[in-house]
């Protein structure tokens, strides 16, 4: 009966709501708690870990070396080019390496002091380019926290699919008191990373207590009003690292922020959803093959889009994948749709 089913319905349908695989699949279902969720977990569990979460996890990890690598480089060559271009440099100067590694975590943390500026034609195009290499980077930054973002969002939707509504509330509270959790922990290292600056700038740049304070606010903001900077060879030794590490940190502050208020809207949103009374026309709306009943794979599409997981684009795109994989045309995926490549490893 669900192969007859199948056959009749779209190739991403057919994919879902066919319980049985061909025998010739080694993908053998282990665990079916109902119908729901036994279409889209084969061979997992409740109780086993999602692999979906740690290959996420995985890629998290090797994103943050990526960035962390891109940033040495950029800030080595950086600080080689600036070092050379020492002569072509005018302002208030110190240690020639120091003011080098100082002048470049200014410039890529837009903070801009102005205590050190370029003075000839060859190092204001260097510093042009760096400013705009900077920004790159920063875009690689936010790309990788857009990329974390989704990721953690389709982590937990998965999790929900394989969950009762009470189970799912709470574990969207878990993760959402987690997050709450990081980031008072990143403001308390925040307002330390603010006293140290404030105390360095007392009794190092000899600043008064406002006005230390003022140049710290300025230069976390990312201000720079350049009124009030490191003048002096220890200072800036201790600028170096404590502007890289308050940008960092007030960067995830902000990451924080904004994932709280994503996972606020979006467990407000399925709560919604999973928890609206059925009627009708939602019936009717969710019958995409108009055979008066629907089936596991119509109810998933149907929540996943009013959940806003998933679009008519998305469906589409997805639709074209499996008839392009499906070989054979016979409207299911075997072995023997595979790459003969794929199929010796296998």
Same mark, same amino acid.
């Given at each position: 009966?669900?192969?007859?089913?199948?056959?009749?319905?779209?190739? %991403?349908?057919?994919? %879902?709501?066919?319980?049985?695989?061909?025998?010739?699949?080694? /993908?053998?279902?282990?665990?079916?708690?109902?119908?729901?969720?036994?279409?889209?977990?084969?061979?997992?569990?409740?109780?086993?870990?999602?692999?979906?979460?740690?290959?996420?996890?995985?890629?998290?990890?090797?994103?943050?070396?990526?960035?962390?690598?891109?940033?040495?480089?950029?800030?080595?060559?950086?600080?080689?080019?600036?070092?050379?271009?020492?002569?072509?440099?005018?302002?208030?100067?110190?240690?020639?390496?120091? /003011?080098?590694?100082? $002048?470049?975590?200014?410039?890529?943390?837009?903070?801009?002091?102005?205590? &050190?500026?370029?003075?000839?034609?060859?190092?204001?195009? $260097?510093?042009?380019?760096?400013? $705009?290499?900077?920004?790159?980077?920063?875009?690689?930054?936010?790309?990788?926290?857009?990329?974390? $973002?989704?990721?953690?969002?389709?982590?937990?939707? &998965?999790?929900?699919?394989?969950?009762?509504?009470?189970?799912?509330?709470?574990?969207?509270?878990?993760?959402?008191?987690?997050?709450?959790?990081?980031?008072?922990?990143?403001?308390?290292?925040?307002?330390?990373?603010?006293?140290?600056?404030?105390?360095?700038?007392?009794?190092?740049?000899?600043?008064?207590?406002?006005?230390?304070?003022?140049?710290?606010?300025?230069?976390?903001?990312?201000?720079?009003?350049?009124?009030?900077?490191?003048?002096?060879?220890?200072?800036?030794?201790?600028?170096?690292?404590?502007?890289?590490?308050?940008?960092?940190?007030?960067?995830?502050?902000?990451?924080? &922020?904004?994932?709280?208020?994503?996972?606020?809207?979006?467990?407000?949103?399925?709560?919604?959803?999973?928890?609206?009374?059925?009627?009708?026309?939602?019936?009717?709306?969710?019958?995409?093959?108009? /055979?008066?009943?629907?089936?596991?794979?119509?109810?998933?599409?149907?929540?996943?889009?009013?959940?806003?997981?998933?679009?008519?684009?998305?469906?589409?795109?997805?639709?074209?994948?499996?008839?392009?994989?499906?070989?054979?045309?016979?409207?299911?995926?075997?072995?023997?749709?595979?790459?003969?490549?794929?199929?010796?490893?296998?």
């Amino acid at each position: 009966m669900a192969s007859n089913d199948a056959k009749g319905k779209g190739p %991403l349908q057919a994919s %879902l709501v066919n319980p049985t695989p061909q025998t010739s699949m080694t /993908d053998v279902p282990t665990h079916r708690s109902d119908p729901l969720t036994g279409s889209v977990s084969r061979g997992t569990s409740n109780n086993d870990p999602n692999p979906c979460s740690t290959s996420n996890s995985r890629k998290s990890h090797q994103n943050l070396k990526l960035v962390a690598l891109v940033l040495a480089v950029y800030l080595g060559l950086g600080t080689v080019c600036f070092y050379l271009l020492e002569p072509q440099m005018t302002g208030h100067k110190t240690n020639e390496i120091i /003011d080098a590694v100082y $002048f470049c975590i200014v410039t890529m943390a837009t903070v801009g002091y102005g205590d &050190i500026v370029p003075n000839s034609v060859l190092s204001k195009l $260097f510093v042009c380019v760096f400013a $705009f290499a900077g920004m790159a980077l920063v875009a690689l930054g936010l790309t990788k926290a857009v990329d974390y $973002f989704m990721k953690k969002q389709a982590d937990l939707l &998965i999790n929900a699919l394989h969950m009762d509504q009470n189970a799912s509330e709470a574990k969207y509270e878990q993760n959402y008191k987690g997050v709450k959790y990081k980031c008072l922990v990143v403001i308390i290292i925040i307002l330390m990373l603010m006293i140290a600056g404030t105390a360095v700038l007392a009794t190092v740049e000899k600043l008064d207590l406002i006005d230390a304070f003022y140049c710290v606010s300025v230069t976390v903001t990312t201000l720079g009003y350049g009124d009030k900077s490191f003048k002096t060879e220890r200072g800036r030794i201790f600028a170096v690292f404590w502007i890289l590490t308050s940008s960092i940190f007030v960067a995830q502050f902000l990451c924080y &922020i904004t994932e709280l208020h994503v996972q606020r809207g979006q467990r407000e949103l399925v709560k919604q959803v999973l928890s609206q009374k059925i009627t009708s026309k939602d019936l009717e709306a969710a019958d995409l093959d108009k /055979d008066k009943s629907v089936e596991p794979a119509e109810f998933i599409l149907d929540r996943l889009k009013k959940m806003e997981k998933i679009s008519e684009d998305d469906i589409a795109d997805i639709k074209e994948e499996f008839r392009k994989r499906d070989v054979n045309k016979s409207n299911t995926l075997t072995e023997s749709d595979l790459p003969q490549s794929t199929q010796v490893e296998n």
